[in-house]
């Protein structure tokens, strides 16, 4: 079992920047690909950025919509993976949750293949 808790969401003006985190409870929190999903209100989950285990490099992958001003990072000493988020924009106002996939390297966008979620941190960008 894996339990994650994100923290760092707040309110922003448009341009401005955060950086929300993801604690895990997991000892083999490097073997997990974790990702960051977001979900703004009457709308679906989105994929916004994930990272694959350290042994598989690491690798990252993005949605277009945050392609460039997101970064996805993780500290395995920290069981913690963190998400950069600058230029928000109004848009980008939602619940961001943090998701553990026990795929070591595949970094999937579907939120059907993360089994672990976290609780959730609301994110409000104003204009």
């Known amino acids: 079992q894996v339990q994650l808790v994100e923290s760092g969401g707040g309110v922003v003006q448009a341009g401005g920047s955060l950086r929300l985190s993801c604690a895990a409870s997991?000892?083999?929190?490097?073997?997990?690909?974790m990702g960051w999903f977001r979900q703004a209100p009457a709308k679906g989950r989105e994929f916004v950025a994930a990272?694959?285990?350290?042994?598989?490099?690491?690798?990252?992958r993005y949605a277009e919509s945050v392609k460039g001003r997101f970064t996805i990072s993780r500290d395995n000493a920290k069981n913690t993976v963190y998400l950069q988020s600058n230029s928000l924009k109004p848009e980008d106002t939602a619940i961001y949750y943090c998701?553990?996939?026990?795929?070591?390297?595949?970094?999937?966008?579907?939120?059907?293949?993360?089994?672990?979620w976290g609780q959730g941190t609301q994110v409000t960008v104003s204009s």
């Open positions: 998701a553990a996939s026990g795929s070591r390297n595949y970094i999937g966008t579907s939120p059907n293949i993360y089994a672990y």
């Open positions: 997991a000892r083999t929190f490097s073997s997990y690909t």
């Open positions: 990272i694959n285990s350290s042994s598989s490099g690491g690798s990252t």
